[in-house]
């Protein structure tokens, strides 16, 4: 039976509570101008965070017109205040110069916009998701750059909603194709994955100057991942942050404790925001290696050439303890470390979920797993500020809580006042709370 041995998290929940808290004094008035006088009940309510707990909204395009898309909304909305949209470029522009947004990315949009959700797009560029006229070994790379620049400008440019994006995706990850590929060529072109950041970077800053754009890979040990986040740095690129994928497919993929704190300390040097961009932690056994990812990946690839029911690994009971337990200690230890500014799941259900395995936090009906009501109970209970306290004799209230937004509610009599606040990094000692709206009891 799989056993997940609990990491000691002691010391990340030192953190937690050094470096996601803090700590000011609330001065009330009333709409008069009056402040509370001592001793009056005031209700505290985070409603939402500063931290970005994110989750991936790219499944929308296998769940589009489905019955279990509600259900999913309604799962993914509880837990998250962020969303990575898909982009892949070779399904919205199959013919060179007929771009068609689909449908489904669009909902996804303005669904995310309608919640209140921080959009990140995904990504502005990625030579496995490209049309085949852009990987075409016979064209120019004068043709592919040009063609490159203006698919990156036009994506800000349509699409001002989205103030994050992913750059260049897996950039270092180019030099698996084949040598003779348009994109693999456009990229040696340009002096390699560094060089060619800060050229994506120019055409996007040219069109969106204030965008938020985030380096991304696969490997957090990649050395050439490495070499390019230096590049970037030391040659001034102004990019925001730096994504680090931990997909979780084989046993030798699987970040143990001291593993993944060494990755997060070594990545904070570099004095960026991190973010842990695509998360996937199986509820089933793990396949042995990449080698036996590759070949069940053909498989469903050939049941799909064949118009055959896609293969799919089932979810277990036993495995799904085992999910919950480690993304318990996984995302405790990330949400401690100060530099981490995003966390986001990949595959949300195990309906189409990335590489035909259960990674989801729903099962195939989109319903809650276990690892969901351990997500639940950290982003919306642990970590998550909520009092009932009352005013000392200034009127004023001293309060320690997770950065985020509040709503405040005071009731004086058969009179109940609500304002909000905001509590961050930047936030001053003393927060003054005007409350302005006035709520009539029914």
């Avoid at 995904?122 to 063609?147: C, F, G, Q």
């Avoid at 925001?273 to 050939?302: D, G, M, R, T, W």
């Avoid at 005071?410 to 909000?420: A, D, E, I, Q, T």
Wanted: aromatic share 12%.
């Amino acid at each position: 039976m799989p056993i997940h041995e609990a990491w000691n998290l002691k010391e990340a929940e030192q953190r937690i509570e050094q470096y996601r808290k803090g700590t000011c004094t609330l001065t009330i008035s009333l709409p008069d101008g009056s402040f509370l006088p001592e001793g009056t009940p005031v209700g505290i309510e985070q409603t939402r965070h500063a931290f970005n707990f994110g989750g991936s909204l790219a499944q929308v395009r296998s769940l589009h017109g489905q019955g279990v898309l509600e259900e999913y909304k309604v799962n993914f909305a509880r837990l998250f205040n962020y969303s990575t949209i898909g982009f892949y470029w070779s399904l919205h522009e199959r013919r060179r110069g007929e771009w068609n947004l689909q449908d489904y990315t669009r909902d996804a949009i303005d669904w995310a916009q309608s919640k209140g959700m921080t959009l990140r797009g995904h990504p502005l560029m990625w030579h496995n998701a490209i049309p085949k006229w852009i990987s075409d070994t016979n064209r120019p790379v004068s043709e592919i750059d040009k063609d490159i620049k203006e698919h990156v400008r036009r994506l800000v440019r349509l699409y001002p909603e989205i103030h994050q994006w992913d750059l260049y995706n897996e950039a270092p990850g180019i030099r698996l194709v084949d040598p003779d590929w348009g994109a693999r060529r456009w990229v040696e072109s340009t002096g390699g994955a560094g060089p060619m950041t800060a050229l994506v970077v120019k055409e996007v800053r040219s069109v969106k100057p204030d965008g938020y754009f985030i380096l991304n890979h696969f490997n957090g040990n990649d050395p050439e991942y490495w070499d390019q986040v230096e590049f970037c740095l030391s040659n001034d690129v102004p990019f925001d942050a730096i994504g680090i994928q931990t997909h979780m497919h084989s046993r030798d993929s699987v970040l143990q404790e001291e593993e993944m704190n060494e990755m997060l300390k070594r990545f904070s040097v570099f004095e960026k925001p991190l973010h842990l961009s695509e998360i996937s932690v199986l509820s089933c056994e793990p396949f042995e290696s990449y080698k036996e990812i590759k070949a069940y990946k053909e498989s469903i690839n050939q049941a799909r050439r064949q118009g055959k029911d896609l293969p799919f690994i089932n979810s277990s009971p036993e495995w799904e303890k085992y999910q919950a337990d480690y993304t318990r200690d996984f995302y405790t230890l990330a949400f401690s470390y100060p530099k981490v500014e995003a966390i986001i799941w990949w595959s949300v259900s195990d309906r189409a979920a990335w590489r035909g395995a259960p990674a989801g936090l729903l099962d195939r009906d989109c319903r809650p797993k276990p690892v969901y009501r351990v997500l639940d109970k950290l982003i919306n209970q642990q970590w998550k500020t909520r009092l009932r306290t009352s005013t000392d004799e200034s009127g004023s209230i001293g309060l320690r809580g997770f950065y985020g937004s509040y709503r405040l509610t005071v009731s004086l009599g058969k009179k109940s006042y609500v304002g909000s606040f905001e509590i961050s990094r930047d936030s001053d000692n003393t927060v003054n709370i005007h409350l302005t709206k006035l709520i009539p009891e029914s």
